[in-house]
T-cell receptor, first 113, second 113 residues
């Protein structure tokens, strides 16, 4: 089966610019997650969708970050405006409802200069 | 909330020696525990998981983990380390409400020849 697809793989932007990341989960996976991983640290959950509804966005900096999952399939994560501390790898993952397995994409490495 | 802690930022071991990467957990109810590995510039790779059953879980690449309920630990082990095992190892627990994974901060493993 195809894995979780993410694009772009790399992005370099200047601070105060905007950026968007795209994720296509595994077909049939109802739940989609966005994680932020600072270099050398474990991933931190930003937002979790089930179908096209938000389950948890308690750690999403809503003043600058937004995410949507239209039609319960693909998802986009946007940052506007970006700050230097947003430099990280943004990981997308998907799972079936209540399953114990998760599939991660390769991530998008964002560098804010 | 369910959480895990990884007390060591870095573990150094000589090639051929046994290795242990520590993880402790804090959960209400039965824990679903995971180990992932991340090589430089790569995504998260699943190693193994504990859901129920045998306390010794065997995973990929010769790794295993021991679930200890009394010590609330889920340490990752390998009998004989390889230089190629050098990577970031991240422990995670599944949240019992939304089913997202909550990750530890990660432990960097360095295996020297």
């Amino acid at each position: 089966e195809a894995g979780v697809a993410q694009s772009p793989r790399y992005k370099i932007i200047e601070k105060r610019q905007s950026v968007a990341f795209w994720c296509n989960p595994i077909s049939g996976h109802a739940t989609l997650y966005w994680y932020q991983q600072i270099l050398g640290q474990g991933p931190k959950l930003l937002i979790q969708f089930q179908n096209n509804g938000v389950v948890d966005d308690s750690q999403l900096p809503k003043d600058r970050f937004s995410a949507e999952r239209l039609k319960g399939v693909d998802s986009t994560l946007k940052i506007q405006p970006a700050k230097l501390e947003d430099s990280a790898v943004y990981l997308c993952a998907s799972s079936t409802i209540r399953v114990s397995g998760y599939t991660f994409g390769s991530g998008t490495r964002l560098t804010v200069v | 909330a369910q959480s895990v802690a990884q007390p060591e930022d870095q573990v150094n071991v000589a090639e051929g020696n046994p290795l242990t990467v520590k993880c402790t957990y804090s959960v209400s109810g039965n824990p679903y525990l995971f180990w992932y590995v991340q090589y430089p510039n790569r995504g998260l790779q699943f190693l193994l998981k504990y859901i129920t059953g045998d306390n010794l879980v065997k995973g990929s690449y010769g790794f295993e983990a021991e679930f200890n309920k009394s010590q609330t630990s889920f340490h990752l082990k390998k009998p004989s380390a390889l230089v190629s095992d050098s990577a970031l190892y991240v422990c995670a627990v599944r949240d019992n409400s939304g089913y997202a994974l909550n990750f530890g901060k990660g432990t960097s493993l360095l295996v020297t020849p």
